[in-house]
């Protein structure tokens, strides 16, 4: 257990008190459970535990194509249904089953995709279907609440349990068999509804802390493109005389500003058969960066590199079909890069930071956009006759320093912010996590705690 989640166990345990009495329950990962407790296998407790239609079942003639949502593991999140474009769509490929459709209190358990994540079918998810990728668990509402089993089937200790049951290493082998024999703390039925609606009042209170501390998170961001891109478009100083700079996309510009043509800046270049070099890659919220510095780049890297690209420090690089979204930017690596991307080699004396934080401001992701190429976002193309067209503004190099350097100064006290605001939602997601665990598996009671 790491740190966070120790100290989060124990204001968990110091905050509410334990059962009177406790038991062994036989398992492993459950240790002890209050002694008035049972533990039982899911089949036992639930109606009927079935996957998705899969294999010959998606030629079945009890299929008919009327568009109705098929929930997908990616759909299940945080105890919930949130459906997407991908499951909602009125698409004639997706197929109807009367025997996979959802019923109210129903627990879509996923068996791919990210391990356990599971969701409560609430009135207005009733009709839709279970995906190839999840498991529909009916409980027996005579003996199990879906809202509690739905809790414990999210703890860390269930998804252990399955994963070491499931052949494999993933849960891509879960099946029917295997979920019928998790082990599930079952107090009686009252003392479920009180747990379920405990955590319900508590887990709410966590969930908007949550979101308060995401949209503070969203609205620095916002603040630090603002700032940055109203700093290199209009300078420091309120009081400097204005002019027009006879370009919509950024209007009025300090009069001392001189205008230059991106292809006076830099001449395009494509060096080849480096392939001993570090990989790089362009990143919209981080420039150029090393590839192997993110585990979030899911391209994968050919063995043979000698097309790769080299890149200078002070390089430009682009990427022809994310210009648009921002993924471009001035290097700071000696390094390669795709094929596919554009490079520059600057032939200019101007600050090299400045036109980053320029040519990345906010204000130019609409300019990208409006001289690419094509019909639609996914295949829109910054193409480099285009790109050397533009007309940029740049003020004195002294003046470029200066603006450089409050940008570097903001940035980082906004960052400092954000990360701040990060590892609170951190924090409380840790919290909810632990204090859903402990309620279910009976470490805390809260019997007295619902009003």
Known sequence: MNEAATSTAVEIGSRWKPYPVYKDS??????????????KRLRFIANSIQTGPFGSQLHSEEYVTDGTPIINPANLQNGKIVPDSNCTVDDPTLWRLSRHELRQGDVVFARRGEMGRCALVTENEEGWLCGTGSLTVRPDTNTCHPPYLNLVLSIRGIKDWLSLESVGSTMENLNTEILSRAPIPNPSL?????IASFLDRETAHIDTLMAKKERLIELLTEKRSALISHAVTKGLDPTVPMKDSDEEWI??????WIPKKIKYLFRQTKRQNYADLTVLSVYRDYGIIEKESRDDNHNRTPENLDTYQLVNVGDLVI???????????MSGHHGITSPDYVVYAPEHDENSRFLHYLLRAEAMADVYRSISNGIRPSQWRLEPENFEKLVIFLPPLSEQAQICTFIGVEYRRLEHLITQAQKLISYLNEYRTALISAAVTGKIDVREEVV
């Not at 009252?190 to 009180?194: A, F, G, I, V």
């Not at 990427?319 to 930017?329: D, E, I, T, V």
């Open 26 to 39: 036989g398992v492993e990962w459950l240790g002890e459970i209050p002694v008035h407790w049972e533990v």
């Open 251 to 256: 209007g009025e510009i300090p009069a001392h």
């Open 319 to 329: 990427n022809k079909m994310k210009a648009w979204q921002g993924s471009l930017g």
């Open 190 to 194: 009252s003392e479920q509804c009180l």
